[in-house]
């Protein structure tokens, strides 16, 4: 079975623009989490997703968005890119809404802002 | 809100037992997880306890759980080069049953053979 996949795997944007990042889930499971990765630095929870509604949110700006699609898909979107968004970002996979301890995460898509 | 430290480096020597230690600070987490990151790469479970155990071992790997001290550690017996990395300690957010992890900055494992 495929584990969590993410796209695009690198990406380089400049100051003032928009991304969009991909997450999809281990097949069976129902809830993404996204975290952001600085570098030298340990995640930080950004958005949990569970049957499309957010869940979750951690401590980002409005620029943060995410959705979660019917087939448990989801991506991230990023507003506005400041040099200080440049990051890892990770998605995980869980199978649902409350933790039953299996957290699985993707490779990550790196992120540099220019 | 909760708060999650390890020791940033540690070194050993091949076929040497490693034991990385970590320490968090809300008594309500009710999961605790360790990560291993390579090079360029996500983060890889490795395992996690529940809060009402004290100890869970798979094959090479022994995780502690002290919930007095608030402190958890991962053993990793007869270490291997292959097991240099960054590992991570991670608990669930006091009071939430979604999957927001707090996580350490990461110990690097470093083992030379």
């Known amino acids: 079975d495929a584990g969590v996949t993410q796209s695009p795997t690198h990406l380089i944007k400049t100051r003032g623009q928009q991304v969009t990042l991909r997450c999809s889930p281990i097949?069976?499971?129902?809830?993404v989490s996204w975290y952001q990765q600085v570098l030298g630095q340990g995640p930080q929870f950004i958005f949990q997703y569970y049957e499309k509604e957010e869940r979750g949110r951690g401590n980002f700006p409005d620029r943060f968005s995410a959705r979660q699609f019917p087939n448990y898909s989801s991506e991230l979107n990023v507003n506005a890119l400041l040099l200080g968004d440049s990051a890892l970002y990770l998605c995980?996979?869980?199978?649902?809404?409350?933790?039953?301890?299996?957290?699985?995460f993707g490779e990550g898509s790196r992120l540099t802002v220019l | 809100g909760e708060d999650v430290e390890q020791s940033l480096f540690l070194s050993v020597r091949e076929g040497d037992s490693s034991v990385i230690n970590c320490t968090y600070t809300d008594s309500s987490s009710t999961y605790l997880y360790w990560y291993k990151q390579e090079p360029g790469a996500g983060l890889q479970l490795l395992t996690y306890?529940?809060?009402?155990?004290d100890m869970k071992q798979d094959q090479r790997l022994t995780v502690l759980l002290n919930k007095k001290d608030k402190h958890l550690s991962l053993r990793i017996a007869d270490t291997q080069t292959g097991d240099s990395a960054i590992y991570f300690c991670?608990?669930?957010?006091?009071?939430?049953?979604?999957?927001?992890?707090?996580f350490g900055k990461g110990t690097t494992l470093s083992v030379s053979s």
């Open positions: 097949s069976g499971h129902k809830s």
């Open positions: 306890i529940f809060s009402n155990m």
């Open positions: 991670a608990a669930l957010e006091g009071h939430q049953a979604g999957t927001a992890l707090i």
């Open positions: 995980a996979s869980s199978l649902g809404q409350t933790n039953t301890g299996e957290l699985f």
